[in-house]
């Protein structure tokens, strides 16, 4: 029986993956875990205040809930990763190490560790970007995604370790706020035009991006893992692809919907982050070996975004 932990549930992908895990294993056998309290928390599902830099405290978690399953989301994204580049390489490169080395412990568990495209660099191929092709990332979160690819692959060769992984694109939703990333403009600007009719832009108008709603981020995700053992060919990680938009195309899209949204751009130092990551990748390893789809194009999302917002906000 599954039985998962996610470390870093309040988070983004946390929270909208904690609540497709429990829809369908069912809510006792899903842990959330962060590294404070939530509202929630105190909603009579398991939750546990956990610091993912605590291996024993982990440990103790994984043993009290009789985990099978981890889920491990907790990392310090892009933009703020820059701005403190230390602890991020502290916290990415030692929570990962931690789990990977429970799972050494007792291979019966199973981990999920999320990668980017972040791993990719000034020199790697902009449009289609390969599987396998040069990585050069120049800020700490991309680095530590792939020295963290590489950890995963050593264990899975050398201690057995039944570790997956994706790059995820930028990932948008709306059930939280952003959460630090290069590319959280396209999170943000609905939140701004909804309730301010205004958004103002930290990148181009013209730059493209690789991106991903977040129910399909959330399918990709528990597909891979449920995907039999002898499918899963690359223990680095996958390449992960949905669909590739600018800011100005977004906004577009968005007015078609709301006339008064307005937009203007003022480029900051995320902008030379985005400069250095892909335009569009290539995912056909992982629609060949586990037999990935995405569903949603960008006008579907965008429909979807602001229908559930408008409700979430209370806007009539």
């Known amino acids: 029986m599954t039985k998962c932990l996610v470390i870093g549930a309040s988070g983004q992908l946390g929270t909208n993956l904690t609540g497709s895990l429990r829809a369908k294993y069912g809510k006792n056998q899903v842990v959330a875990s962060d590294i404070r309290p939530t509202k929630e928390s105190s909603q009579n599902e398991p939750f546990e205040v956990l610091d993912a830099m605590d291996f ?160 399909d981020a959330v399918k990709a995700t528990i597909d891979i893992m449920e995907a039999p053992v002898d499918a899963i060919n690359i223990r680095s990680s996958y390449n992960l692809s949905a669909i590739s938009f600018s800011p100005k195309e977004l906004y577009n899209e968005i007015k078609n919907q709301i006339s008064e949204a307005k937009i203007s751009y003022n480029p900051d130092f995320r902008q030379a982050i985005a400069d250095s990551w892909p335009n569009s990748i290539n995912d056909a390893e992982a629609r060949k070996d586990w037999g990935w789809e995405h569903s949603f194009d960008l006008s579907k999302m965008v429909q979807e975004i602001i229908k559930g917002l408008k409700e979430q906000l209370v806007i009539h």
Request: aromatic share 12%; hydrophobic share 35%.
């Open 56 to 215: 024993e405290a982990i440990k103790k978690v994984v043993e009290k809930h009789q985990i099978n399953v981890i889920y491990h989301l907790a990392a310090i994204l892009s933009a703020k990763g820059e701005q403190n580049p230390e602890m991020a390489w502290n916290l990415n490169m030692t929570s990962l190490l931690h789990v990977l080395n429970l799972a050494k412990e007792n291979t019966k568990i199973q981990i999920f560790w999320p990668s980017s495209i972040a791993v990719f660099g000034p020199s790697t191929p902009k449009d289609n970007t390969p599987q396998d092709c040069v990585m050069d990332p120049n800020t700490v979160y991309g680095i530590s995604k792939l020295a963290g690819e590489r950890w995963c692959e050593y264990y899975h060769k050398k201690h057995g370790v039944d570790v997956r992984s994706v790059r995820y694109p930028g990932l948008i939703g709306y059930k939280t706020l952003p959460g630090g990333g290069t590319t959280d403009y396209a999170v943000d600007i609905f939140y701004k035009i909804l309730q301010e009719e205004s958004y103002e832009c930290f990148l181009k108008e013209n730059c493209y991006l690789p991106m991903m709603y977040m129910d």
